[in-house]
């Protein structure tokens, strides 16, 4: 397998995080996106590096990276969760590995790797492009009867996360600096009447 043109490198995480040595890895076909493991021996050095808690270590696991670049530019499509800009290395995509995990911080600039919402506290967290998708997440469809559900927009986009099906999107995700769509148009979104703080966006609250 080939090295990637873009990110082709990164410091080896178990290693580093057990020894402190700044170990370069090559970024391969086969190690983007892969499989993150849970390894019981680094529990103390990721606490160190992060201070995380042990619950945290168990749920996230341990990167090939130790800055989780090869959780990016995934060249399997059925790995990849959303598309976004990732600081320092441009426009590229984010395993699902690494959606709603409590990582350190977002891989996304935009912090949409991370934009998460706690529907039923303790039970149901989901990304917040599963909310309001006809498709129940939560044991009892929570994720449906949503607060942001009430009000959604008349026109229908490829949301960022999930993509697949066009959807109509909460009226609160208009013009907020985070792109939802695919194309980024809810952030420019056609604003049928009014003016300046009058304006309204076209929204169906049925």
Partial sequence: CEAQPEMTNCVQATLFWTTGIKRKVSIYNYTRCSTIAVSPASYLQWYWYYGESTKSIMHNGIPYCADYMDQTNCTDPAKVAVS??????????????????????????????????????????????????????????????????????KKQC???????????????WLGDGMVDCL????ENWHIQCGRGDRGRFEVDSN
């Fill in 183 to 186: 194309n980024g148009e809810d």
């Fill in 84 to 153: 976004c800009m990732v600081s320092g290395h441009g426009y590229s995509n984010i395993s699902k590995a690494m959606v709603c995990k409590n990582i350190r911080k977002a891989l996304c600039a935009d912090g949409m790797d991370m934009a998460c919402v706690e529907v039923v506290p303790g039970q149901c967290t989901v990304h917040k492009h599963q909310l309001c998708d006809k498709q129940s997440d939560c044991q009892g469809g929570e994720d449906e009867n949503a607060t942001e559900c009430q009000v959604l927009t």
């Fill in 158 to 172: 490829l949301r960022n996360y999930r993509t697949g099906r066009r959807l109509g999107i909460p009226a609160s």
